[in-house]
T-cell receptor
Framework: KAGVTQTPRYLIKTRGQQVTLSCSPI?????VSWYQQTPGQGLQFLFE???????NKGNFPGRFSGRQFSNSRSEMNVSTLELGDSALYLC???????????FGPGTRLLVL | AQKVTQAQTEISVVEKEDVTLDCVYE???????LFWYKQPPSGELVFLIR??????QNEISGRYSWNFQKSTSSFNFTITASQVVDSAVYFC????????????FGGGTRVLVKP
């Protein structure tokens, strides 16, 4: 069974731009979560989606948003990029909420 | 609030030595799950183990073993006979209903296994 896939793998943007990251969960998994990893803050939870509904949201500004489609694929969007948004963005999927989360390879975002 | 602490930031060992990673957690949930993930240089978080808070039985899986002690809120992880391929950052994580079942991670422990 294919694992979680994320596109793109690498991205370079400039301040003020916006970016959309994509995540395809493991086949059959209905829950998708997003995490941000930075050297200073570590791994932080962004949000979780299940059946196209946002179930949980972390402590991030409104510039960070996401959605989930009927096929469980998910996208996250960051508007008005700031230098501090440079990070590894990890997507994880699980069969159901509270099940083990399996992670994708991540998208490395660099904001210049 | 949930909190996970990994006091060791980096551990360096020589191949074939055992490595034990410490993890201490805080939660107000009575039912929760504990995890260990491995992050090699490629960046992907690889799931290793998961334990339910009601199951304190310690187990061994290959070269991995874990020691879950609810009384001290600790969930330590041991790699036996380490290999160079074990070099990675290891994260302990906690999830529970009080935080909406999101994963709360510790700061990670970097393990360097030298040949």
């Amino acid at each position: 069974k294919a694992g979680v896939t994320q596109t793109p793998r690498y991205l370079i943007k400039t301040r003020g731009q916006q970016v959309t990251l994509s995540c395809s969960p493991i086949s059959g998994h209905r829950s998708v979560s997003w995490y941000q990893q930075t050297p200073g803050q570590g791994l932080q939870f962004l949000f979780e989606y299940f059946s196209e509904t946002q179930r949980n949201k972390g402590n991030f500004p409104g510039r960070f948003s996401g959605r989930q489609f009927s096929n469980s694929r998910s996208e996250m969007n960051v508007s008005t990029l700031e230098l501090g948004d440079s990070a590894l963005y990890l997507c994880a999927s699980s069969l159901m909420v509270s099940e083990t989360q399996y992670f994708g390879p991540g998208t490395r975002l660099l904001v210049l | 609030a949930q909190k996970v602490t990994q006091a060791q930031t980096e551990i360096s060992v020589v191949e074939k030595e055992d490595v034990t990673l410490d993890c201490v957690y805080e939660t107000r949930d009575t039912t929760y799950y504990l995890f260990w993930y491995k992050q090699p240089p490629s960046g992907e978080l690889v799931f290793l183990i998961r334990r339910n808070s009601f199951d304190e039985q310690n187990e061994i899986s290959g070269r991995y073993s874990w020691n879950f002690q609810k009384s001290t809120s600790s969930f330590n992880f041991t790699i036996t006979a380490s290999q160079v391929v074990d070099s990675a950052v290891y994260f302990c994580a906690l999830s529970g209903p009080a935080a909406g079942n999101k994963l709360t991670f510790g700061g990670g422990t970097r393990v360097l296994v030298k040949p």
